[in-house]
């Protein structure tokens, strides 16, 4: 991910972990977190991934013995409002509440 974040010049943002969880390295800025967001959103399976108000999945257990079905509700009251196209919603200590909003503005 910071390869990526260098190539899409995220100038202020250095990732440590792949979950995003706190991290007193990890860093980044409503900028950069912007960029990443409009990024993002060129991925049809991340598009579809935020933009639903529960998103199923099967995996492999941890033994690869058989599938696991697991699903994420949204939290994003957004989602369902006229060309709001989801994103992510989150709290964290340090940084409290968080959204990350994608709004397509319908052209006439």
């Not at 399976?45 to 933009?51: A, H, L, N």
């Not at 998103?55 to 006229?82: I, P, Q």
Request: hydrophobic share 35%; with cysteine.
């Amino acid at each position: 991910m910071n390869k990526l974040a260098k190539n899409i010049c995220l100038s202020q943002t250095y990732f440590v972990n792949t979950h995003g969880l706190m991290n007193e390295k990890a860093h980044s800025c409503s900028y950069d977190v912007a960029t990443l967001t409009y990024y993002a959103m060129n991925n049809s399976t991340f598009k579809e991934i935020v933009g639903k108000q529960q998103y199923k999945c099967k995996f492999f257990n941890r033994t690869f013995s058989h599938f696991k079905e697991v699903a994420w509700e949204n939290t994003n009251k957004l989602l369902g409002m006229d060309g709001f196209l989801g994103v992510k919603t989150g709290i964290t200590p340090a940084a409290g509440p968080c959204l990350t909003s994608f709004f397509q503005i319908a052209r006439d």
